[in-house]
């Protein structure tokens, strides 16, 4: 009997061998076959038999076109999607009000993902009216974890759902952070999905109404005097202009900034986060929280504008003169215009989607191309699609791979590969990505995850990434159950591991930039689970995960 693990070390030894240049299990194929390989494994959680099939048969232009045209019907993802099952467990316990509750520990469907947000108030209210344990505030936001797996693995959609996750890491919130960001972190979820391909400027204006990102960064309470700047630099920082264009140790004059006096100042410096803070108060959130002396905020759960909260004086943003008591939300919507069309936000965006599609360091003339496609399709409503599409089809994206795939990539292009069926009710592919340093959803910083090779190559990293290849299909691992074991009609053994690693790896002649490319005979120096420890570096060494 073939046992998962023995399935494993035999695979690990394919793998080894079919990804070297001559080898027991070479795989041959054309040229072609070779760029629709690298397509689908920069443009989509990792090639399949279908997708495999579909570039093949519709050629690769015609299958990035369907990519970028698809939208959110696909009935066999939304059929997964209602019959999957996230348990839910807690013990009795009582609140400060007085209010009970008894014990749970029940499978339920994932019933958070499409809820009017209205209904979910209660879930940030803290009142005697209002008793729960705390897992139930936070389930709207594991829930979207539980979904982010399933979606990477079985949507039809690939490239949206690879774009989506860059928008969360671009955009990113920390969706454990409170009761507050977990129970409308559904509808920021959305908005990265909806605008994936579409108008940067407005996929900007959403995420600055996004009762998540108010919470998370704390805007949803920002009033005049002092404003609140944890948003402000981070719209600056990290969302549009980066960090590059931050010129305070360079000039100490907003006049002295080159473009300042002309409306444009070509980067900012503090003083443009002050302003920006205070063009933003008054940016809050529906959630019945207290206003003034008799005034309570509705408790719609989206997006609530409080004039009485806004600084309306005279402000200055990058050179550009702000009037003084203007229009509701006018000052924050001409920042947001403003920074959306920015030379410094063009090549900022641009060289991140190159980086996560392409490579860690992307030719800068690539990057200045894509940026004009950028600021030319500025008021187009597929802006990032073109901005996408003008990258897959340079001449640059036909390179040989070298991103390493992080956590989460490997896992979903694991199971994408053998074709199995992610049915985790636990949730356990979250802790097992965080061992491995990938926390989906719930990464801290608002930075999003790194996305360079160098944060992802640290031993425990790759040991940890190498157990989620070893053993990601095991039953007791708890995340997706697939038939590994089945030989085709008249297969060999030798065949039928050639076949999986040929499943598992990107197919063609290119050597991987990887200690995998160094033959079958590595393997032997792979310390087993269990077995004795080597001396010396020997018993350590274990093998990278495959590059896209």
């Excluded at 990464?443 to 995850?449: A, L």
Aim: with cysteine; net charge negative; hydrophobic share 45%.
């Amino acid at each position: 009997m073939l046992t998962r693990r023995a399935f494993h070390g035999h695979l690990l030894a394919a793998l080894a061998a079919a990804s070297a240049p001559r080898g027991v299990f070479a795989i041959t194929t054309t040229a072609a076959q070779d760029l629709d390989e690298l397509w689908l494994n920069r443009l989509s959680f990792g090639a399949n038999a279908a997708s495999r099939d579909a570039i093949a048969h519709r050629g690769r232009a015609a299958w990035l076109e369907d990519q970028l045209a698809m939208g959110s019907s696909d009935p066999g993802l939304e059929a997964r999607l209602a019959a999957a099952r996230l348990r839910i467990a807690y013990e009795a316990g009582q609140d400060e009000y007085g209010n009970r509750w008894g014990a749970v520990d029940e499978l339920r469907p994932l019933g958070f993902l499409a809820s009017d947000p209205a209904d979910l108030v209660p879930l940030v209210t803290w009142d005697s009216k209002t008793g729960m344990d705390y897992s139930e505030r936070a389930r709207p936001a594991l829930e979207v974890t539980a979904a982010s797996m399933i979606r990477a693995v079985h949507a039809e959609a690939q490239l949206r759902e690879v774009m989506t996750q860059f928008w969360h890491d671009h955009f990113n919130v920390n969706a454990q952070k409170d009761e507050t960001t977990a129970a409308f972190f559904a509808s920021h979820d959305a908005v990265m999905r909806t605008h994936a391909f579409g108008n940067f400027r407005a996929l900007l204006g959403e995420v600055a109404r996004s009762p998540a990102m108010l919470y998370y960064l704390n805007n949803a309470d920002s009033v005049a005097s002092p404003a609140n700047e944890n948003y402000a630099r981070e719209l600056l920082e990290l969302h549009t202009l980066g960090a590059d264009n931050y010129l305070n140790d360079r000039y100490g004059h907003w006049r002295d900034v080159p473009g300042a006096e002309a409306g444009l100042a070509e980067g900012y410096l503090d003083a443009d986060v002050y302003e920006v803070a205070r063009a933003f108060t008054g940016w809050s959130v529906g959630d019945g929280r207290w206003i003034a002396e008799g005034e309570e905020a509705p408790r719609t759960g989206r997006f609530n504008y409080v004039a009485s909260w806004h600084d309306p004086y005279q402000k200055r943003i990058l050179g550009r003169e702000f009037a003084p008591n203007r229009g509701p939300m006018e000052d924050g919507e001409e920042v947001l215009d403003l920074l959306a069309r920015h030379p410094g936000t063009a090549r900022f965006l641009c060289a991140k989607i190159a980086r996560r599609l392409l490579a860690d360091d992307p030719d800068p003339a690539l990057v200045d191309r894509l940026a004009t496609v950028f600021l030319d399709q500025s008021d187009a409503d597929d802006q990032i699609a073109q901005v996408i599409r003008a990258l897959v089809l340079s001449a640059e994206f036909e390179a040989a791979p070298t991103k390493l795939r992080r956590p989460f990539e490997l896992m979903a292009a694991l199971y994408r590969a053998s074709g199995a069926e992610v049915t985790g009710t636990e949730l356990s592919f979250q802790w097992q990505l965080i061992r491995a340093g990938w926390r989906q959803h719930e990464f801290g910083p608002p930075t999003g995850h790194p996305d360079r090779a160098a944060a992802w190559t640290g031993a425990s990293t790759l040991n940890r990434m190498v157990d989620i290849a070893l053993y990601g299909h095991d039953d007791w691992y708890g995340v997706a159950t697939a038939d590994l074991t089945v030989f085709a009609p008249d297969e060999t053994v030798s065949a039928f591991f050639a076949r999986h690693a040929a499943a598992l790896v990107p197919r063609g002649r290119r050597r991987w930039p990887t200690r995998l490319s160094r033959s079958s005979a590595s393997i032997r120096r792979f310390r087993w689970p269990g077995s004795p420890r080597k001396s010396g570096m020997a018993g350590r060494r274990r093998r990278l995960p495959s590059p896209r």
